[in-house]
């Protein structure tokens, strides 16, 4: 297979999950109050930070594809195994939103960013494996994105809305160009 039909597939379910993530964001038809609207800010702050660390890891993944030269069967599965994990990410966004508070609620947020943050590893390692050629920096930014992702799983419990403020740091880790700074 072409790695042309995997991206083209990949980029399909990403923007049915970036889709259905905006579903949830329902805005009164009847009441058109300030308080209305104030009522559905946490629901927006978790489409927003969904949105951006999905928009962050889908960017990811088109620059480790950019590279490849072969797409075998084991990144076709590993790249499927992304793509289930990522595609929870609407129900936990959805339920998080309701309740930016409960920390059950911020455990299954969390919890569903550290699996498919663990899958889009997995999918990484397989590329690199299986496409000897591709170039990859000697300090993972793997291991700083877990680290943070670890550490909210476990703050969440004191303080819910933490989990935003480590997608956003999981979003700088993997957005900003650290690829020259960590090489040196």
Not at 7 to 18: K, L, P, R, Y
Not at 74 to 89: A, G, Y
Not at 98 to 106: V, Y
Request: charged share 10%.
């Amino acid at each position: 297979m072409g790695k042309s039909r995997l991206e083209a597939f990949t980029d399909g379910v990403v923007a049915i999950i970036i889709t259905i993530l905006v579903l949830d964001l329902h805005l009164s038809d009847t009441n058109h109050t300030l308080a209305e609207l104030a009522a559905k800010v946490p629901t927006f702050i978790a489409y927003t930070t969904s949105f951006i660390g999905i928009a962050a890891i889908w960017i990811n993944h088109h620059h480790i594809f950019t590279q490849v030269k072969t797409v075998t069967e084991p990144i076709l599965w590993t790249n499927i195994n992304f793509l289930f994990w990522l595609s929870l990410s609407p129900a936990a966004t959805a339920w998080f939103g309701s309740d930016i508070m409960s920390p059950l609620a911020a455990f299954v947020y969390q919890f569903d960013i550290i699996l498919f943050n663990l899958a889009f590893l997995w999918l990484r390692r397989t590329v690199l494996h299986e496409n000897h050629e591709i170039d990859s920096p000697r300090i993972s930014r793997e291991v700083a994105s877990i680290a943070v992702n670890v550490v909210a799983l476990i703050a969440l419990w004191v303080f819910p809305p933490i989990v935003f403020i480590a997608l956003l740091a999981n979003v700088s880790i993997w957005v900003i160009p650290w690829r020259h700074i960590l090489q040196r």
